[in-house]
């Protein structure tokens, strides 16, 4: 079944490690999206994508990076995590369809806390 | 750039009451629009969506939304909520022509048994 898929769902971490957020789509979309979420608050766009080897910054600035080698595939890495990274992060993918590129379906999250 | 001005950040209703949230947004061109739901522990889902054509969009679980162009909004209603609507609803916007879905701050529901 095509779907969209985030691993880890919950991770805990000490300042300073670096992770890797996976976020994985078989719906054969091209672009592709990270949004942060804090709790109860709205969806920030931190990150997207077009296609293989198109990587953008979103309107919130986010010491992470993106990286886009394959269709499918749409890792974030934060170099050394820290308190204030502490957040859900979203991933997110669209496609062309009859109507639209703009219909965008999420992944189930992955929430970071950084001790 | 756009933004999206969802009115009430939490609402209580009890089972059977009549719902409707609000969602203002602010852009003057051709716009998609859409309504996301958060059931707790659930992934985002999306509700209903506009892209053109009757203003009136009907979704799922008897959701429905009107998009008043002169007004910039996209109201969500639904006659008579129940208990599994309990959930976070978010309101979302994206110029037609645009790359950048923006969302509205949320509502978070509750409806009492």
């Known amino acids: 079944e095509a779907d969209i898929y985030q691993t880890p769902r919950y991770l805990v971490i000490g300042t300073g490690k670096k992770i890797t957020l996976e976020c994985s789509q078989t719906m054969g979309h091209d672009k592709m999206y990270w949004y942060q979420q804090d709790p109860g608050m709205e969806l920030h766009l931190i990150h997207y994508s077009y296609g293989v080897n198109s990587t953008e910054k979103g309107d919130l600035s986010s010491e992470s990076t993106v990286s886009r080698i394959r269709t499918e595939h749409f890792p974030l890495t934060l170099e050394s995590a820290r308190p204030s990274h502490t957040s859900q992060y979203l991933c997110?993918?669209?496609?062309?369809?009859?109507?639209?590129?703009?219909?965008?379906?999420f992944g189930p999250g992955t929430r970071l806390t950084v001790l | 750039a756009q933004s999206v001005s969802q009115h009430n950040h939490h609402v209580i209703l009890s089972e059977a009451a009549s719902l409707e949230l609000g969602c203002n947004y602010s852009?003057?061109?051709?716009?998609?629009l859409f309504w996301y739901v958060q059931y707790p522990g659930q992934h985002l889902q999306l509700l209903l969506k506009y892209f053109s054509g009757d203003p009136l969009v009907k979704g799922i679980k008897g959701f429905e939304a009107e998009f008043i162009k002169s007004k910039f909004s996209f109201n969500l209603r639904k006659p008579s909520v129940q208990w599994s609507d309990t959930a976070e609803y978010f309101c979302?916007?994206?110029?037609?022509?645009?790359?950048?879905?923006?969302f509205g701050g949320g509502t978070r529901l509750m409806v009492k048994p």
């Open positions: 852009y003057g061109g051709t716009v998609n």
């Open positions: 997110a993918s669209s496609g062309q369809t009859s109507r639209s590129y703009n219909e965008q379906f």
């Open positions: 979302a916007v994206i110029a037609a022509a645009g790359n950048m879905l923006t």
